[in-house]
């Protein structure tokens, strides 16, 4: 019985976690629906492409810093999130960055390309910047 009740629960937690992995073109529409500018969109598809896989529940670890980087955008929990209340630079709670709804993720990463452009993220700096970058129009088109 006690077995069934913990597995029961632990159901319900895993369950109650939502996450979604984003296809290019969805994403560029949310994102461009959100007000990014569309010149803008090719690096920033590039920069979640590489950081978190599109992936919104994607967390990693850096041992170097020990501090983790959370969501699409892997926002760090030493700088833009805290994990264990909302706080640091975008005011969060690092957990509320990776779900599904990923308006907070948006708000946040804006912040921080006014102060850095997108120099704060290794996996653009390495992946995209200067790089020939596939354009979106494709995800615009009629019929899409």
């Avoid at 984003?22 to 994403?27: A, G, I, P, Q, V």
């Avoid at 992936?55 to 670890?61: E, G, L, Q």
């Amino acid at each position: 019985m006690k077995l069934f009740f913990v597995s029961a629960l632990l159901l319900a937690v895993l369950g109650s976690c939502s996450g979604k992995i984003y296809n290019r073109c969805e994403l560029a529409r949310l994102m461009a629906a959100n007000r990014f500018p569309k010149e803008q969109l090719p690096d920033w598809l590039c920069l979640v492409e590489y950081e978190s896989g599109f992936n919104t529940t994607a967390v990693r670890s850096a041992k170097k810093n020990r501090s983790k980087y959370y969501g699409l955008f892997q926002l760090q929990s030493a700088y833009h999130c805290n994990e264990w209340i909302a706080g640091n630079e975008c005011h969060l709670k690092c957990s509320s960055l990776v779900n599904d709804d990923i308006s907070d993720d948006m708000r946040c990463a804006r912040s921080i390309y006014r102060r850095s452009f997108f120099n704060s993220w290794e996996g653009w700096r390495n992946n995209c910047q200067g790089k020939q970058l596939p354009g979106v129009a494709e995800c615009f088109a009629t019929g899409k």
